[in-house]
């Protein structure tokens, strides 16, 4: 008795082993190796199961001495269904294993059993998240967004909805409320109402992360240090100090739970906007999946003051020969790492409320907030490296010089030259009131553009700059808003470091108006494209040696190509007189492309054959039972395995897909 069941358990073990590099094959390479154990041990202790109870144990297979389970008829039954779960089941745990935002390796260390319980409380969470949407009317209220009667409902339940699922979703909102070229003035009006506030941490919890945290013991570094912060937020707090050398400096702390909080919640604000976006076409116009998504990788960076000391290092950098006397804070390399940031002390207000610092240095207000704009023309234009995020409180009035000086650098755009010659053909189209030079900026701004379209595109722009022409005055966050829609009118959109700018543009008109009410946009930046143009001009008669300098760098990259034209062109000929040349490019001549079609027509292919098989095992099985005949039992069983075979390549296709589209996501 005891030798029949050891001999049944392994030959159960045996049968474990074949299932599984079947299933291996079946589902074609880079399969997991612990999904792939689960499934198949999850698939043969539940069929085994269902096998003993519903047929083994009404025989009398344990009086036999010589039982072997492969014998038996109705092992074959068993052993199938046990290959097809077992790649049911591992698609399943494909399907449970979060999608990851871009950057976020922490998800793959985690062990099975808490990426499912992740995931369960991920969807629960995400839940409730939606039923105070539904609450809050969003459902039905998307539907008509256009209609100006709803728009204040559907923004009153926005704004509900992001206020009451709490934390990050409140930042987003807050961020939400100065795209002001995307969304209307009533949206704007109810997502300024969000109000985030958080405890500081108490001042032992400070000096642990302190302890912790810096590279050095704390008493060596710091001369003295202030309990009450200067500042705190939902990232982290801002702690006033002094060196041992006499410095003084401020001390930027991570909050130690904010990683693991943001990086939940962020998931989260991600797959609610998803489905914000998959219920109203007015939020999909809108980009706001795309919105979340690029909100959530500025918060991760945002989490890493590395990244912060590297920007504000390389704007110092960028900006150290200005001549617009715009300071960028000093920071201390040596005692800053990840979640802590050392940096200068500079004392004064934001220009908000500099009031008595403007008057003790009589600063002209007019000539300040000139400085300001002219100095970000030129991180855009000129540096490539900008502030992504000058509102009010990042620019402050030093006390001491009454000087503009730039703070928090965790949100920095970076431009390539090509965007960089862009933006400056953009303003130089709109100075000169030129719509192919506006159109020629915008091709160098935007993702695949269609320049099939361009002379339709074109009457559009200048419909847009008939629209401003002859007005002394125009809000930069109405011009931006036009060319926003221009661009998304095409089903175009721009490259994201080009969005940020031209947003950080409509931060900054906010900015200097609050710096001087009358301080005119529209015209400073007009004055600063003609002064640009003019100094391009007469560049090369204002310094002939620069000139001179650029040109024979120009040259000696050139010279070496243009020796190798006649020798090129000689060869040309010969091929062309042989025959030989044949000019030919199609949609397949791309490796890239012929690849993605072949992967798509091998799986329309297998999800064909797959359906075939369905199709006709079931046409089999109907017609089998109007046939009394002995040879119906063949028709049944084929029937049976046509379906089988069709489930297990509909398995195949749907995992293939899967993987596909995380490897895309990734």
């Given at each position: 008795?005891?030798?029949?069941?050891?001999?049944?358990?392994?030959?159960?073990?045996?049968?474990?082993?074949?299932?599984?590099?079947?299933?291996?094959?079946?589902?074609?390479?880079?399969?997991?190796?612990?999904?792939?154990?689960?499934?198949?041990?999850?698939?043969?202790?539940?069929?085994?199961?269902?096998?003993?109870?519903?047929?083994?144990?009404?025989?009398?297979?344990?009086?036999?001495?010589?039982?072997?389970?492969?014998?038996?008829?109705?092992?074959?039954?068993?052993?199938?269904?046990?290959?097809?779960?077992?790649?049911?089941?591992?698609?399943?745990?494909?399907?449970?294993?979060?999608?990851?935002?871009?950057?976020?390796?922490?998800?793959?260390?985690?062990?099975?059993?808490?990426?499912?319980?992740?995931?369960?409380?991920?969807?629960?969470?995400?839940?409730?998240?939606?039923?105070?949407?539904?609450?809050?009317?969003?459902?039905?209220?998307?539907?008509?967004?256009?209609?100006?009667?709803?728009?204040?409902?559907?923004?009153?339940?926005?704004?509900?909805?992001?206020?009451?699922?709490?934390?990050?979703?409140?930042?987003?909102?807050?961020?939400?409320?100065?795209?002001?070229?995307?969304?209307?003035?009533?949206?704007?009006?109810?997502?300024?109402?969000?109000?985030?506030?958080?405890?500081?941490?108490?001042?032992?919890?400070?000096?642990?992360?302190?302890?912790?945290?810096?590279?050095?013991?704390?008493?060596?570094?710091?001369?003295?240090?202030?309990?009450?912060?200067?500042?705190?937020?939902?990232?982290?707090?801002?702690?006033?100090?002094?060196?041992?050398?006499?410095?003084?400096?401020?001390?930027?702390?991570?909050?130690?739970?904010?990683?693991?909080?943001?990086?939940?919640?962020?998931?989260?604000?991600?797959?609610?906007?998803?489905?914000?976006?998959?219920?109203?076409?007015?939020?999909?116009?809108?980009?706001?999946?795309?919105?979340?998504?690029?909100?959530?990788?500025?918060?991760?960076?945002?989490?890493?003051?590395?990244?912060?000391?590297?920007?504000?290092?390389?704007?110092?950098?960028?900006?150290?020969?200005?001549?617009?006397?715009?300071?960028?804070?000093?920071?201390?390399?040596?005692?800053?790492?990840?979640?802590?940031?050392?940096?200068?002390?500079?004392?004064?207000?934001?220009?908000?409320?500099?009031?008595?610092?403007?008057?003790?240095?009589?600063?002209?207000?007019?000539?300040?907030?000139?400085?300001?704009?002219?100095?970000y023309f030129e991180q855009l234009l000129f540096v490539g490296v900008f502030h992504a995020d000058p509102h009010p409180g990042n620019i402050l009035v030093d006390k001491k010089t009454g000087e503009p000086v730039l703070l928090d650098f965790g949100s920095v755009g970076r431009l390539a030259v090509q965007q960089q010659e862009g933006l400056k053909l953009f303003f130089m189209g709109i100075q000169l009131d030129e719509p192919d030079v506006l159109y020629d900026g915008v091709t160098m701004l935007v993702e695949k553009i269609d320049l099939s379209q361009r002379d339709k595109m074109e009457q559009a722009i200048s419909q847009v700059l008939m629209r401003i022409t002859y007005l002394d005055h125009i809000p930069a966050e109405e011009l931006v808003g036009m060319i926003f829609e221009l661009v998304r009118d095409y089903g175009l959109k721009f490259k994201p470091s080009v969005a940020s700018a031209l947003r950080g543009l409509v931060t900054l008109e906010g900015t200097l108006h609050v710096i001087d009410p009358t301080f005119d946009f529209f015209e400073e930046a007009k004055d600063f494209s003609a002064e640009y143009m003019r100094a391009s001009f007469t560049k090369p008669f204002r310094e002939p040696r620069e000139t001179k300098q650029k040109l024979e760098e120009e040259l000696s990259t050139i010279l070496p190509q243009l020796r190798k034209i006649p020798r090129r062109l000689d060869k040309m000929l010969q091929l062309v007189e042989a025959g030989k040349v044949v000019l030919h490019h199609d949609f397949f001549s791309d490796k890239q492309s012929v690849n993605f079609i072949r992967m798509l027509f091998s799986r329309i292919v297998l999800l064909l054959v797959g359906v075939t098989f369905s199709v006709i095992s079931v046409a089999l099985l109907a017609v089998s039972q109007f046939i009394h005949e002995a040879f119906a039992v063949y028709l049944n069983t084929a029937a049976y395995m046509g379906l089988f075979l069709g489930a297990i390549l509909l398995v195949r296709v749907s995992v293939q897909a899967l993987r596909d589209e995380k490897d895309t996501k990734d």
């Open positions: 008795m005891t030798l029949t069941y050891i001999e049944w358990f392994i030959q159960i073990g045996l049968i474990g082993v074949v299932i599984y590099f079947i299933t291996g094959r079946l589902m074609g390479a880079q399969v997991n190796f612990l999904r792939k154990i689960i499934s198949v041990g999850l698939s043969v202790v539940l069929t085994t199961f269902i096998y003993w109870y519903t047929y083994l144990r009404h025989t009398n297979f344990s009086d036999s001495q010589q039982f072997h389970i492969v014998a038996d008829a109705s092992a074959a039954i068993w052993v199938g269904c046990m290959l097809l779960l077992s790649m049911l089941f591992y698609l399943l745990l494909e399907l449970v294993e979060p999608m990851q935002l871009k950057g976020d390796a922490d998800v793959q260390h985690k062990s099975l059993w808490r990426r499912l319980r992740s995931h369960w409380r991920h969807q629960r969470r995400l839940r409730e998240i939606l039923k105070v949407a539904m609450t809050n009317g969003l459902s039905r209220t998307i539907k008509y967004a256009r209609q100006p009667e709803n728009q204040r409902e559907l923004a009153i339940g926005l704004r509900d909805t992001l206020e009451k699922s709490g934390g990050i979703f409140i930042k987003f909102g807050q961020v939400l409320s100065t795209r002001k070229e995307l969304f209307p003035d009533i949206f704007i009006e109810e997502l300024e109402k969000l109000q985030y506030s958080v405890a500081p941490l108490a001042p032992e919890k400070v000096h642990h992360i302190l302890h912790h945290e810096l590279p050095y013991k704390v008493h060596d570094v710091f001369a003295y240090i202030d309990p009450k912060p200067l500042a705190a937020a939902s990232i982290g707090q801002v702690h006033r100090a002094t060196l041992y050398s006499g410095e003084q400096v401020i001390i930027k702390i991570l909050r130690p739970e904010v990683k693991q909080v943001l990086r939940d919640d962020l998931g989260l604000l991600v797959d609610f906007a998803t489905w914000f976006s998959t219920k109203s076409s007015w939020a999909a116009s809108l980009g706001f999946k795309e919105l979340a998504m690029g909100f959530a990788e500025t918060m991760k960076e945002e989490m890493n003051f590395t990244i912060e000391l590297r920007n504000t290092m390389q704007l110092d950098k960028a900006l150290e020969n200005n001549i617009y006397h715009i300071h960028v804070p000093k920071v201390y390399p040596k005692y800053s790492v990840k979640n802590l940031l050392v940096m200068e002390y500079i004392e004064g207000k934001s220009v908000a409320e500099g009031h008595q610092i403007f008057a003790e240095h009589q600063v002209n207000r007019k000539d300040f907030a000139r400085d300001v704009l002219y100095s």
